[in-house]
């Protein structure tokens, strides 16, 4: 990769954990929006128009489109700064129209998926911008034999879980328990989930992608480059360009697997349980995934608090071995037989969602959670396992601030055989827990929300000697703000974002820091602007075959012109349409021309003359430049007898 200076680095990082989006983050007072619309208008192709999917607040459906993907009210406030417009791409064609012309008129462009972001950095700034939401772009193809499959990133985990349930009962996908979750975020992010002891991560099991870069150009794995690819699987892909989907590894299930959720209070000894589940979760059978849910309830009969742990898990395996093994490795939690439901992948889901295992499972298709609230979330990652005295402490607090929660996830199985460098996600071995901090309030105004923000700032900090140090660890895809900010793109950029970036990511900052240098703020991923006397002449590459064909599939034949810039290719306009016309069309026929198409061509050309084109259309699979040289190279003479 190169050393980059320090100089270079601090230039670039500005984008990359901070404003998680495209780098031309100028203000947008700098271009007004109508222009930017037309540029838009240019920029899209007549096939594909754009005009369907821009929205300004003029439209009577701006505030519709703007609300459908927020899920934190904290940021659907009469103060939060609403963008000047939203793109809703329904084609690859308009979200490389969107990054042209935000790079052009130096507009802040936000990526949103899902709008699970629960700072709302997909679809809130300070300064002017605008939306490029991709809700619309949510096709799941999935290929049985091959046991893999494209998700946009427009499409929920719901939607995924449901379509490879139509194909299998004995396939899944490890990611995340909520539903309405955009795989966009959710993956570029790193992506957790029940299974992740036997599978490890979301970002684990994906193998290519495809994504528009900086300069509008369609990329692959193998176009983009590994180091891309390993950046946009864990380490924020609307840093690095706009993800377009992503291929992952389907995983094996069995047909049953068996879930429960079991509550002890202190009166019921929740201390001890709590005690011992710290030391069996992270290392039982690594198809036992056991989350540790801690709140405040009353007692019963007064308003005495106390805590309750809860006990969620999911097991891939019948409910008679699951109780067999708790009861060997965890016999403190007293799991019943009646405790456990025996249900499908799917109905997990289901339970794991808080719907009723028998509810129809379509309902996983609904892309509106079930309630959207105010929030606040933090994290931690726990190396040590904590005393009972500890323990003990850890329910006062929660107790005096009341309204507040933890989820404890055991980590350990594949977690921790995965090397921390395998993608930028750096939380692996050593970790026996990670702690999700939560505040929820349905009341609005900033008084209240100052609140309920403070308690979870208050446990954080209560939670200090307990969790990971120097640095303290957080996960990428649970955004706190708390960590720090970076609102400078200069001198002080890498210094004030290195100090949350490590946070997240550990040693791999400085990698994902030098990709964002390299490939994208230093232009060194093409050939940006081409001129017509910079085109390659030649024999093409087959790395070069393998970007036309790509362009293809998702433009269509036609505007070759256009294909140097989109595919990243150095050839003009004419080279690229004879390449697909004459070498790359799939329909062409291969194989020397038989006598019948001969006698055609004799035939045709008495009454066309040399209009290869007009011939090639009566020969299927023929083209025009293979019949001219046909004819020029094997029976000129047969012609001129024929025309004597």
Same mark, same amino acid.
């Given at each position: 990769?190169?050393?980059?200076?320090?100089?270079?680095?601090?230039?670039?990082?500005?984008?990359?954990?901070?404003?998680?989006?495209?780098?031309?983050?100028?203000?947008?007072?700098?271009?007004?929006?109508?222009?930017?619309?037309?540029?838009?208008?240019?920029?899209?192709?007549?096939?594909?128009?754009?005009?369907?999917?821009?929205?300004?607040?003029?439209?009577?459906?701006?505030?519709?489109?703007?609300?459908?993907?927020?899920?934190?009210?904290?940021?659907?406030?009469?103060?939060?700064?609403?963008?000047?417009?939203?793109?809703?791409?329904?084609?690859?064609?308009?979200?490389?129209?969107?990054?042209?012309?935000?790079?052009?008129?130096?507009?802040?462009?936000?990526?949103?998926?899902?709008?699970?972001?629960?700072?709302?950095?997909?679809?809130?700034?300070?300064?002017?911008?605008?939306?490029?939401?991709?809700?619309?772009?949510?096709?799941?193809?999935?290929?049985?034999?091959?046991?893999?499959?494209?998700?946009?990133?427009?499409?929920?985990?719901?939607?995924?879980?449901?379509?490879?349930?139509?194909?299998?009962?004995?396939?899944?996908?490890?990611?995340?328990?909520?539903?309405?979750?955009?795989?966009?975020?959710?993956?570029?992010?790193?992506?957790?989930?029940?299974?992740?002891?036997?599978?490890?991560?979301?970002?684990?099991?994906?193998?290519?992608?495809?994504?528009?870069?900086?300069?509008?150009?369609?990329?692959?794995?193998?176009?983009?480059?590994?180091?891309?690819?390993?950046?946009?699987?864990?380490?924020?892909?609307?840093?690095?360009?706009?993800?377009?989907?992503?291929?992952?590894?389907?995983?094996?299930?069995?047909?049953?697997?068996?879930?429960?959720?079991?509550?002890?209070?202190?009166?019921?000894?929740?201390?001890?349980?709590?005690?011992?589940?710290?030391?069996?979760?992270?290392?039982?059978?690594?198809?036992?995934?056991?989350?540790?849910?801690?709140?405040?309830?009353?007692?019963?009969?007064?308003?005495?608090?106390?805590?309750?742990?809860?006990?969620?898990?999911?097991?891939?395996?019948?409910?008679?071995?699951?109780?067999?093994?708790?009861?060997?490795?965890?016999?403190?939690?007293?799991?019943?037989?009646?405790?456990?439901?025996?249900?499908?992948?799917?109905?997990?889901?289901?339970?794991?969602?808080?719907?009723?295992?028998?509810?129809?499972?379509?309902?996983?298709?609904?892309?509106?959670?079930?309630?959207?609230?105010?929030?606040?979330?933090?994290?931690?990652?726990?190396?040590?396992?904590?005393?009972?005295?500890?323990?003990?402490?850890?329910?006062?607090?929660?107790?005096?601030?009341?309204?507040?929660?933890?989820?404890?996830?055991?980590?350990?199985?594949?977690?921790?055989?995965?090397?921390?460098?395998?993608?930028?996600?750096?939380?692996?071995?050593?970790?026996?827990?990670?702690?999700?901090?939560?505040?929820?309030?349905?009341?609005?105004?900033?008084?209240?929300?100052?609140?309920?923000?403070?308690?979870?700032?208050?446990?954080?900090?209560?939670?200090?000697?307990?969790?990971?140090?120097?640095?303290?660890?957080?996960?990428?895809?649970?955004?706190?703000?708390?960590?720090?900010?970076?609102?400078?793109?200069?001198?002080?950029?890498?210094?004030?974002?290195?100090?949350?970036?490590?946070?997240?990511?550990?040693?791999?900052?400085?990698?994902?820091?030098?990709?964002?240098?390299?490939?994208?703020?230093?232009?060194?991923?093409?050939?940006?602007? =081409?001129? *017509?006397?910079?085109? @390659?002449? %030649?024999?093409?590459? #087959?790395?070069?075959? &393998?970007? !036309?064909?790509?362009?293809?599939?998702?433009?269509?034949?036609?505007?070759?012109?256009?294909?140097?810039?989109?595919?990243?290719?150095?050839?003009?306009?004419?080279?690229?349409?004879?390449?697909?016309?004459?070498?790359?069309?799939?329909?062409?026929?291969?194989?020397?021309?038989?006598?019948?198409?001969?006698?055609? =061509?004799? *035939?045709?050309?008495? @009454?066309? %003359?040399?209009?290869? #084109?007009?011939?090639? &259309?009566? !020969?299927?699979?023929?083209?025009?430049?293979?019949?001219?040289?046909?004819?020029?190279?094997?029976?000129?003479?047969?012609?001129?007898?024929?025309?004597?």
């Amino acid at each position: 990769m190169g050393v980059l200076s320090p100089h270079r680095i601090q230039l670039s990082f500005f984008s990359i954990v901070v404003l998680l989006s495209i780098p031309w983050s100028a203000s947008a007072a700098n271009s007004a929006p109508n222009t930017f619309v037309q540029c838009l208008l240019n920029n899209s192709e007549p096939s594909y128009p754009i005009t369907s999917a821009i929205f300004t607040p003029n439209n009577s459906l701006f505030s519709s489109v703007l609300e459908a993907y927020i899920r934190n009210l904290r940021f659907n406030t009469s103060t939060t700064r609403k963008p000047f417009l939203i793109v809703t791409p329904s084609h690859v064609s308009h979200v490389q129209a969107a990054i042209v012309c935000a790079k052009k008129h130096k507009l802040l462009m936000k990526i949103r998926s899902g709008g699970h972001d629960y700072e709302g950095l997909s679809y809130v700034a300070s300064q002017p911008l605008f939306i490029l939401d991709m809700f619309n772009l949510r096709s799941i193809e999935i290929d049985m034999k091959t046991e893999t499959a494209w998700v946009e990133a427009g499409a929920t985990l719901g939607e995924v879980y449901y379509r490879i349930a139509e194909k299998s009962k004995i396939h899944a996908f490890p990611a995340g328990v909520c539903p309405t979750v955009g795989v966009g975020g959710h993956i570029s992010g790193g992506g957790y989930g029940n299974m992740m002891r036997k599978y490890g991560l979301s970002v684990d099991n994906v193998i290519d992608a495809l994504m528009v870069d900086v300069q509008g150009r369609l990329l692959d794995r193998k176009s983009m480059g590994e180091d891309l690819f390993w950046a946009i699987t864990g380490g924020g892909g609307a840093s690095f360009g706009v993800v377009l989907a992503y291929k992952i590894k389907l995983v094996r299930v069995p047909e049953t697997v068996t879930v429960f959720r079991v509550p002890k209070t202190l009166e019921q000894n929740a201390t001890d349980i709590v005690y011992n589940w710290q030391h069996v979760a992270p290392t039982i059978n690594n198809n036992l995934f056991i989350r540790l849910v801690l709140n405040v309830v009353n007692v019963t009969q007064n308003e005495t608090k106390t805590i309750r742990a809860t006990f969620v898990a999911l097991f891939l395996g019948d409910s008679k071995s699951l109780v067999s093994l708790l009861n060997d490795k965890f016999p403190q939690l007293g799991l019943k037989q009646s405790d456990c439901i025996e249900t499908s992948w799917l109905g997990s889901v289901l339970f794991w969602t808080n719907i009723n295992i028998t509810a129809p499972v379509e309902v996983l298709l609904n892309r509106q959670p079930q309630s959207v609230n105010y929030l606040k979330r933090k994290s931690d990652y726990v190396k040590k396992s904590i005393s009972k005295e500890g323990l003990e402490g850890i329910w006062r607090k929660m107790i005096e601030l009341v309204d507040t929660s933890l989820n404890f996830n055991p980590y350990g199985g594949r977690m921790a055989e995965i090397p921390s460098t395998t993608s930028p996600f750096p939380h692996r071995a050593g970790n026996l827990w990670k702690i999700q901090y939560l505040a929820n309030w349905n009341k609005p105004g900033k008084e209240v929300a100052d609140h309920y923000i403070n308690l979870t700032r208050k446990l954080h900090k209560y939670m200090t000697p307990f969790v990971s140090k120097n640095p303290r660890g957080a996960f990428f895809n649970y955004r706190d703000l708390d960590l720090g900010s970076n609102n400078y793109n200069g001198k002080n950029s890498y210094a004030k974002g290195r100090v949350y970036g490590v946070k997240y990511f550990k040693d791999n900052f400085n990698k994902l820091v030098q990709i964002k240098t390299k490939e994208v703020m230093a232009g060194n991923m093409g050939w940006g602007v =081409i001129e *017509e006397e910079g085109w @390659r002449k %030649g024999p093409w590459t #087959s790395e070069e075959d &393998r970007l !036309l064909i790509l362009y293809v599939k998702f433009h269509g034949e036609g505007r070759w012109n256009s294909a140097a810039r989109l595919a990243g290719l150095k050839r003009n306009g004419k080279s690229c349409r004879l390449r697909w016309v004459n070498y790359l069309r799939p329909d062409l026929e291969k194989g020397q021309i038989t006598p019948q198409e001969e006698s055609i =061509i004799l *035939e045709l050309h008495a @009454r066309w %003359g040399n209009r290869w #084109s007009t011939i090639a &259309r009566s !020969l299927p699979g023929r083209t025009d430049n293979e019949i001219k040289n046909y004819c020029r190279t094997h029976f000129k003479k047969k012609i001129r007898a024929h025309f004597s």
